[in-house]
Every structure is written in C-alpha cells, then in structure tokens.
C-alpha cells in the first residue's frame, strides 16, 4: 500500500469534490453574506484553489456580481479551476469573473489581499507550518476569511476494526511530519488558525465539516482509505505486514458497501 497506488491529484480533487460540498458549513454562509452586503463587486481571493471546488460551490449561493482571484502555486490546477469557472453565476444570477495568479500563497500579504471582500480556501491549512499560517492569518486580518474542510485527524469506522486506532495515529503523525525542512501541522492546524486569529483580536466560529462516506461514495471512500493508509504505513513502516490483511478487508467491504466512515473536518470563519 503506497502513495503511489492513489489517483494523480487533479483527479482526487474531482473526485473529493461532491463530499467537500456536502460537509462544508452552510449556516456560516448567512454571516458572509451578511458582511458582503453593500460590496459590489464582491471580490474573493481564494488561497490554495487546487481545480476550483471552493469557488465553484460558493459562487452559487452568494448574490451579486462576483470577481474571483484564485491563487495556487500550480499553473495547470489554476487553468482547470477557470475553465470549471465558465458559464458559473451568483445565486442571483450576476456575472461571476475570474483571474488566477500563480505562485506561493504563504507569501502574500495584506497588500496582495488589499482588494479583498472574503478571502477563501478549502482542504488547505492542514498542509501549512505554523509560521506559514501566521503569515497567511496576517495578511487576512481586516476581511473575512472562510476557511473549509480543515482534518481533525479524527476518523470512525463501521464496522470497526482492532487496527483503525493504530493506522489513525500513524496517519496524523506523518500530517506532521517535516518536508523539506517545513514542519506540517496536519491536524492541529484549524486550531492554530483559530488561535493566530484570536490573537489579533478577530472573532472566529468554528463548525464540523465531516465526510460521512457511505455506500454512494464507495469510490471516493476507497481512494481516500488507500491513500490515508499509505501515509500511515510511510510514517510506521512495522503496520506494513498487518496493513495487507487490513487493506483486502476494508475494501471488500466498501466495494460490497458494507462501509461508512466518518471523516472528520472542521470550518472556520474569521472575522465573519
């Protein structure tokens, strides 16, 4: 089981998608809007857009006009996220328009986000270090930020399984591991978001956001359980031999959609 086995990231992201749009926090929405009132345009930067699931979902259910400005350090994900923007509209249907920038969102500044409306992301403080969410936190400070589907690094089976703790330990062990010399936060980082937030005085509301994977999911569950399993044995070598028997059982069940997990995420909204 390794990392190798799993999709090419563009087509995780795609994969991802529908389960990101379930569990994000709808009721934060009302709060954004409410801070939205009176901009117009409504001018969104969205940090980490991968191929544009964020600003594809929410898009469509804020009014106005809307200018997006996607930012990722990958040039062929940001070309995929403005192409699934084409034909996009506000809840209202007001034109929604769209520019990419391409480079290291945890350089930008409050200069860069001087235009800003709403700052975005999705599925991306979890791969910051500490010092890289200071930096993005300042640069956010003065708008709101909505940040969405941040792991926990909790995860529950049914049926469960005497591996699943193990494998879920390992798992976020190698969310923090250290790459290059950054070290990853993995699933302390919504709470260190929320807390370089509150030391700036901002307000934050934090909200679960979980997967909750099922029998109609069983693809996206398989993928995500290959790769979640594969980071773990990376980080815990020794799960290598168990983890064979483990990986047959999970999904022959997921395949018979005999599976659920419950992925657990979280939502927060700075400043909102």
């Not at 062929?76 to 969102?105: K, W």
């Not at 400070?141 to 926990?152: D, E, H, I, W």
């Not at 022959?252 to 995420?265: K, M, Q, S």
């Amino acid at each position: 089981m390794t990392a190798e086995e799993t999709l090419p990231f563009a087509d995780w992201l795609r994969l991802r998608e529908p389960a990101d749009a379930a569990a994000r926090a709808e009721d934060l929405l009302d709060a954004v809007r409410a801070r939205l009132t009176g901009h117009t345009p409504t001018v969104i930067h969205d940090l980490g857009s991968g191929t544009g699931s964020m600003s594809r979902w929410l898009a469509t259910r804020l009014p106005g006009a809307q200018h997006w400005v996607l930012h990722d350090r990958d040039a062929d994900l940001l070309a995929r996220a403005a192409e699934g923007m084409s034909g996009v509209t506000a809840a209202d249907g007001a034109p929604v328009t769209v520019q990419t920038r391409c480079g290291d969102l945890t350089r930008l500044t409050a200069a860069d986000l001087a235009d800003a409306s709403l700052v975005t992301a999705s599925a991306l403080l979890d791969m910051l270090t500490a010092e890289e969410i200071e930096r993005v936190v300042a640069a956010c400070v003065g708008r709101p930020a909505l940040f969405a589907v941040s792991v926990t690094g909790r995860v529950r089976f049914t049926p469960a399984d005497p591996l699943d703790e193990a494998v879920e330990a390992a798992f976020n062990d190698h969310q923090r591991r250290t790459v290059e010399g950054r070290r990853l936060l993995g699933p302390d980082a919504a709470a260190a978001t929320a807390a370089a937030f509150a030391r700036r005085g901002v307000d934050v509301r934090e909200r679960p956001s979980p997967w909750r994977l099922g029998p109609e999911q069983a693809d996206l569950a398989a993928e995500w359980f290959r790769g979640w399993l594969g980071a773990a044995c990376e980080q815990r070598p020794d799960l290598a031999g168990p983890a064979q028997a483990y990986a047959r059982r999970r999904l022959a069940d997921a395949a018979a959609g005999r599976l659920t997990v419950l992925v657990e995420h979280s939502d927060l909204l700075a400043g909102g």
